[in-house]
């Protein structure tokens, strides 16, 4: 099989302002395919899309908050309008929320954190889908962290909102098997972004192993962006038509799924292999 290419093909991406969901928005524009680029910030925003545009690519801001359901479907329709159609949304936003013991988390900050985490990609998607199913395609990838495939210490905001979002779309792909529409999550790897300064500065709340974990990606710079976007970029083409709601990490082999099936449990909420 030959390179990926996404010409003429458009790419929702919530979070598209900064960290990884800016890496996959600009790895998409690379590609050809014609980004929308979504985010509260302003400024985030306006940089994301320079740096697209100057290097040839086609993107368009939007402005939205992923917790609010009105912003996200004006955002959605304008992106419509631009675009005439959407392939691939890709759920990026998402926030850490508080660190430390689960007793002495402010309340409000951690349910913040479900309602950006997870009630943000149930927003996204459901503005989405109905325009997928209509087309009969479509690709939806969400962005699950640490957290989805295993126990995290000091972030249970964090990890409870990355589960949901696992098997939210574990079930979901199961309602869209008929629709020709595939949902994955992916588990993109520990990333330089300021969610690893705030694991940093948050000291010994966040436990040794996270500190530790923190050091080494802000020393290293973590994931190579390269193997995240090409992840991505295959959840988001026609090769990976026969593979939905799993929950696939940057590390797994995922290439040897290009050409088969994969067992009923492996790539699961319930992961069996790495």
Known sequence: MGPLQFKDQTVLVTGGGRGIGKRLAIGFAQKGARVGLLARSKAELDLAHLEIE?????????????????QMHAAVERMLVQFAHIDVLV????????VGPFMENPAKAWIETINVNLIGVVNSVRCVLPHMIDRRCGKIIVLAGRGAGSS?????????????VARFAETL????????????????????????????QAGERAGWKESEEAQQVRLTG?????????????????QSNH?????????????????????ADMYTLRRLTR
């Open 54 to 70: 100057d290097n040839g690519g086609n993107a368009l801001r939007l402005r939205a908050d992923v917790t609010d359901a009105e």
């Open 91 to 98: 759920c990026a936003a998402g926030i850490q929320g508080p």
């Open 152 to 164: 995290r210490p000091n972030f249970t905001s964090s990890a409870t909102s990355k589960a949901a």
């Open 173 to 200: 792909a199961d309602e869209l098997r008929d629709h020709n529409v595939q949902i994955n999550c992916m588990s993109p790897g520990g990333s330089y972004t300021n969610m690893t300064d705030e694991i940093l």
């Open 222 to 238: 973590g994931m190579a962006a390269g193997k995240q976007i090409q992840l991505a970029l295959f959840l988001a083409s026609e």
């Open 243 to 263: 593979i939905s709601g799993r929950l696939i990490h940057v590390n797994d082999d995922w290439r040897k799924l290009k050409n088969s099936n994969i067992e």
